[in-house]
T-cell receptor, first 111, second 113 residues
Framework: TQLLEQSPQFLSIQEGENLTVYCNSS?????LQWYRQEPGEGPVLLVT?????EVKKLKRLTFQFGDARKDSSLHITAAQPGDTGLYLC???????????FGKGTLLTVNP | DADVTQTPRNRITKTGKRIMLECSQTKGHDRMYWYRQDPGLGLRLIYY???????NKGEISDGYSVSRQAQAKFSLSLESAIPNQTALYFCATSDTGTYNEQFFGPGTRLTVL
């Protein structure tokens, strides 16, 4: 069974601060995705990383896939209240077309 | 209009009742999924379907059944609802060959009393 562990589980910061959240596994994934979920809504895909060591940027968000494709990180620069939400990572093991989801990091950015 | 829609958005029911949650999509994707989300447990896969004739159990299928009526429609049924099925339920779709990237509906909040 593939598992993805996300840390921290909860994070509360002030507007303008930087933060990093992590997604770790002992399993190798063919790709890894990050989603953001706001209250009362479904998760929305932010990015997919595929190659070991890959770095992708989405405005103030930087996503990195580990060299061994077992872990990933999400760094947010100068966080804003609009970044508040539940951040989920999900891995595609490649063999059965299902995703394994982490339990998420609940981020609160205070004005 | 939303690409993935779910009805109802909220439902309160009683133990033992049969409940059907419906999902429709206009994305033209072949693959559809049902998840439930519980605090502290994350998203867990109930059933998934890769096409109209293909239905597969997920990690927590007991107490649930599904029907794929068409490429665009995937329904989840609780035959006899029980309180521990109180949760947020999400339908999702994905396209073949896109790293299984998923597009979620807005969710159904189900409460079983």
């Amino acid at each position: 069974t593939q598992l993805l562990e996300q840390s921290p589980q909860f994070l509360s910061i002030q507007e303008g601060e930087n933060l990093t959240v992590y997604c770790n596994s002992s399993s190798v994934f063919s790709s890894l995705q990050w989603y953001r979920q706001e209250p009362g809504e479904g998760p929305v895909l932010l990015v997919t990383v595929v190659t070991g060591g890959e770095v992708k940027k989405l405005k103030r968000l930087t996503f990195q896939f580990g060299d061994a494709r077992k872990d990933s990180s999400l760094h947010i620069t100068a966080a804003q209240p609009g970044d508040t939400g539940l951040y989920l990572c999900a891995g595609d093991g490649g063999s059965n077309y299902k995703l394994t989801f982490g339990k998420g990091t609940l981020l609160t950015v205070n004005p | 209009d939303a690409d993935v829609t779910q009805t109802p958005r909220n439902r309160i029911t009683k133990t033992g009742k049969r409940i059907m949650l419906e999902c429709s999509q206009t994305k033209g994707h072949d693959r559809m999924y049902w998840y439930r989300q519980d605090p502290g447990l994350g998203l867990r896969l109930i059933y998934y379907s890769f096409d109209v004739k293909d239905i597969n159990k997920g990690e927590i299928s007991d107490g649930y059944s599904v029907s794929r009526q068409a490429q665009a429609k995937f329904s989840l049924s609780l035959e006899s609802a029980i309180p521990n099925q109180t949760a947020l339920y999400f339908c999702a779709t994905s396209d073949t060959g896109t790293y299984n990237e998923q597009f979620f509906g807005p969710g159904t909040r189900l409460t079983v009393l």
